[in-house]
């Protein structure tokens, strides 16, 4: 079976620039979560959604970070306009509420460098 | 304060030795714990889950003191493949929530 998909898995960007981050949780789970990790702050829960439907967005750092989630599928993370502190691994997960909820299976990373 | 505290490391130690790490959580009504493992460049994926009577997984023993606040991971005749960092992780008190905090790791190298 697949596991979580995420593109790209590195991307260099220019301070200013927009950046889009692309997630497929895996099929059938219900719960969809997006992860910021840096050796400082570890890693840090910025956004999750349960069936399509934004839950928490308290973690997103400010206004130039938004999320969507527009079908089961498919996810997105979009930083406009980046800025250097942005580099991070950006972390996609998903879950399967019921049955081992806190099991979250995560994507294999984007690596985002802004310079 | 972190919901989650770890001593970064590392721990180097040489095979086959035994090697324990611990955590600590701010939240004392929180309900379930976990260790993720993530290896270098790599993504965290479970360990194993921390039940409040302990338990352990082969080499693996995890345990709980509630009363301290504390979760503790112990392994036993260390191997090279577990080299990697081991991530306390907490899920919040709050009903239905499916989300988790994490620690920021503790990393172990383990010696030929």
């Known amino acids: 079976d697949a596991g979580v998909i995420q593109s790209p898995r590195h991307e260099v960007t220019e301070m200013g620039q927009e950046v889009t981050l692309r997630c497929k949780p895996i099929s059938g789970h219900d719960y969809l979560f997006w992860y910021r990790q840096t050796m400082m702050r570890g890693l840090e829960l910025l956004i999750y959604f349960n069936n399509n439907v934004p839950i928490d967005d308290s973690g997103m750092p400010e206004d130039r970070f938004s999320a969507k989630m527009p079908n089961a599928s498919f996810s997105t993370l979009k930083i406009q306009p980046s800025e250097p502190r942005d580099s991070a691994v950006y972390f996609c997960?998903?879950?399967?509420?019921?049955?081992?909820?806190?099991?979250?299976?995560f994507g294999p990373g984007t690596r985002l460098t802004v310079t | 304060r972190k919901e989650v505290e770890q001593d970064p490391g590392p721990f180097n130690v040489p095979e086959g030795a035994t090697v324990a790490f611990n955590c600590t959580y701010s939240?004392?009504?929180?309900?379930?714990f976990f260790w993720y493992r993530q290896d270098c460049r790599k993504e965290p994926k479970l360990l194993m889950s921390?039940?409040?009577s302990g338990n352990e997984d082969g080499r693996f023993t995890a345990q709980l003191n509630r009363a301290s606040q504390y979760i503790s991971l112990l392994i036993r005749d260390s191997k090279l493949s577990d080299s990697a960092t081991y991530l306390c992780v907490v899920n919040p008190v709050s009903p239905g929530a499916n989300n988790l905090f994490f620690g920021t790791g503790t990393r172990l190298t383990v010696i030929p």
């Open positions: 921390v039940y409040s």
């Open positions: 939240n004392s009504a929180s309900q379930s």
């Open positions: 997960a998903s879950s399967l509420a019921g049955v081992t909820p806190y099991e979250q299976y």
